[in-house]
C-alpha cells in the first residue's frame, strides 16, 4: 500500500503542477498524502517538522548562496545592458542567414556565463522575434531554438558551467564543476550539433510550404531593451569571462595548492574537497557581480532595485526547489520507496552508470525540475551511487556528469515549469511549440546521454 501511496501523490502532484499551483503549496500536501495512504497518519506532523522541513533546511543551507548570487548576477547583466549587447553583437556578425544557430548561440553565451536561463528567455525573445520575422521563419520555433541554448548542453553538459545542475553532484561526488570534460564537450557538441540541424530543417521544410513567420498577436507590441548598446560589445563580455576563467582557475589551480586541512580542524563537517568546487563557482559569481556594478558605476539609473530585484529573484527558484527535495525526503521516509529504490538500483547491476541515469531521469522527469529530480535522487540515492561506483572502479566524475545531463533529459516534460515560462514570455501555446521544445531538450539529450554512457563504460573518464 506504501508504494501504491507514493504512486498516486506522485501522479497528483504532476497532474496540479501542470494546472500551474506552485510546488510550495504542493509538496507538503502531496507528501502528507502519500504519508496518510500509507498507513502513518499518526506521524503526520513530526514528518512534516523534522523530515520535510529538515531536508528543505539542508538544501536551503547549502545551495542558497549560489542561487543568490546566480540570481543577482543574471539581473546585473540584464539591467545593465550587457545580455542585450551580447545578444544583438552576435545577430550584427551572423545576420538572418542561420536563425536558428544565432539565437542558439546567444542564449548558449549568456548561460555558459552563468546568466540565468530565464533572464535570458527574457532578454533573447524579443530579439528572436525580430530576427525571425525579418527571416520568414515560423515563430512557433523560437522557443525549441531559446530551449536548446539554454535548458540543454551549457546547463548540464560544457565543463565548469556555473548552472546549479552541474554545482548539485558536488558534494555528493566530492567533484568539481569541471567533471568529464571531455566526455562534457562531446555531449555538448551532440546537442547543439544535432538541435540546430533539426531546427534549421524544420525552417527550411517551412518556407518549402510558404509558412513564413505566422499570425500572432500575443507578445508581439514589446520593443527591445534600449540600453542593449549602451556598452561596447567587448566590455558585456568580460563578466562572462571572469565567471568561466575564475571558476577554472580557483578550481585547478589555487585551491589544489593550497593546504585546506586547518578547516577540517575548526569545522568538523566540513570536507573542503567536497566543497572547493563550490566555492570556486560563488567566488566567481560574487567577484563578477562586483566588477559590473563598480564598472559600471556612473550607468546605472536605479542600482538599489537592480540589487534587490535579483536577490528577491532567487527566493522563489530556491524555495521550489528545496519543498521539491522536502517531498523526495518524506518520500524516501517511507516502507513503501525501499521497493521502488532497490527497483531503480537494480535496472543495471554490473553498470552504475545506467542505474543512476534512469533514477535521474525519472525524478526530474516527475518533478518537471533538473535541479530538482537531482537533488532529490542525490540526497536519497547518493550514498548508494558513490559506493557502487568505486565498487566497480568507476570515476566519481563520470558519475557527476552522467547524473547532470540525465537530469537535463526528462526535466522538460509538458507540466514543467522552465517550459510553461518559457512558452508565456514567447506567447505561443504547448500545441504550437512543444512538439520542437520536447525534441530539442528531451530526445537530443538523452541520445547525448548514451554517447556518454557508452563511452565512459569502454574508455572509463576523461
Known amino acids: 500500500m506504501s ?23 504542493l509538496a507538503p500536501l502531496m507528501a502528507a498524502l502519500a504519508v496518510t495512504l500509507s498507513g502513518e497518519a499518526a506521524y503526520l506532523l513530526p ?43 552576435i545577430v550584427n556578425k551572423l545576420g538572418t542567414h542561420h536563425v536558428v544557430l544565432t539565437v542558439v548561440i546567444a542564449c548558449a553565451i549568456l548561460t555558459y556565463g552563468g546568466v540565468s536561463l ?64 571531455g566526455l562534457g564537450i562531446i555531449a555538448g557538441v551532440i546537442m547543439l550539433g544535432l538541435g540546430t540541424f533539426y531546427l534549421q530543417s524544420r525552417v527550411k521544410r517551412a518556407a518549402a510550404k510558404g509558412e513564413g513567420y505566422g499570425q500572432h498577436t500575443e507578445r508581439e507590441a514589446e520593443d527591445t ?6 556598452m561596447p560589445l567587448a566590455i558585456a563580455l568580460i563578466p562572462l569571462v571572469m565567471v568561466i576563467g575564475l571558476n577554472a582557475l580557483l578550481t585547478y589551480f589555487v585551491f589544489p595548492s593550497m593546504d585546506l586541512s586547518f578547516i577540517s580542524d575548526e569545522f568538523e563537517d566540513v570536507s573542503p574537497s567536497g566543497q572547493t568546487g563550490l566555492w570556486a563557482i560563488l567566488i566567481a559569481l560574487l567577484t563578477a557581480s562586483t566588477w559590473l556594478i563598480v564598472s559600471r558605476w556612473k550607468y546605472w539609473s536605479d542600482l538599489k532595485s537592480t540589487v534587490n530585484n535579483g536577490c528577491f529573484g532567487s527566493l522563489l527558484p530556491i524555495f521550489n526547489t528545496a519543498s521539491e527535495v522536502g517531498y523526495g525526503a518524506v518520500i524516501a521516509s517511507l516502507a513503501g520507496f525501499a521497493l521502488i529504490r532497490d527497483a531503480v538500483l537494480n535496472v543495471s547491476p554490473g553498470n552504475p552508470l545506467v542505474s543512476e541515469a534512469m533514477a535521474m531521469s525519472v525524478l526530474a522527469g516527475i518533478t518537471g525540475s533538473s535541479s530538482g529530480g ?54 505561443l501555446t504547448h500545441r504550437q511549440s512543444y512538439g520542437h521544445v520536447a525534441m530539442v531538450t528531451i530526445a537530443l539529450p538523452i541520445a547525448a546521454l548514451i554517447s556518454v554512457i557508452t563511452l565512459g563504460t569502454l574508455f572509463g573518464s576523461f
Open 47 to 89: 514528518t512534516y517538522t523534522d523530515t520535510f522541513m529538515g531536508a528543505l533546511g539542508d538544501y536551503a543551507i547549502q545551495f542558497f548562496p549560489l542561487f543568490l548570487l546566480g540570481a543577482l548576477f543574471g539581473q546585473l547583466m540584464a539591467d545593465s545592458g550587457a545580455a542585450q549587447t551580447i545578444a544583438n553583437g
Open 3 to 25: 508504494t501504491l501511496a507514493i504512486v498516486i501523490s506522485l501522479i497528483l502532484l504532476i497532474f496540479f503542477a501542470y494546472r500551474g499551483i506552485t510546488v510550495l503549496l
Open 225 to 230: 531593451d534600449s540600453n542593449a548598446t549602451t
Open 374 to 427: 537531482l537533488s532529490i535522487a542525490l540526497e536519497t540515492l547518493g550514498s548508494e551511487y558513490l559506493t557502487m561506483a568505486q565498487e566497480a572502479g568507476i570515476d566519481p566524475e563520470l558519475m557527476h556528469r552522467v547524473a547532470t545531463i540525465s537530469a537535463g533529459g526528462m526535466d522538460t516534460l509538458p507540466h514543467s515549469g522552465a517550459v510553461i515560462t518559457l512558452l508565456t514570455i514567447c506567447g
Open 118 to 181: 530565464f533572464v535570458v528567455a527574457f532578454a533573447i525573445y524579443p530579439i528572436s522575434r525580430e530576427l525571425f520575422r525579418r527571416a520568414d521563419a515560423p515563430k512557433r520555433l523560437i522557443p525549441g531554438a531559446i530551449a536548446l541554448g539554454s535548458f540543454t548542453f551549457t546547463m548540464t553538459a560544457l565543463p565548469g558551467t556555473p548552472a546549479i545542475q552541474n554545482a548539485i553532484p558536488i558534494p555528493y561526488f566530492e567533484t568539481n564543476s569541471f567533471a568529464a570534460p
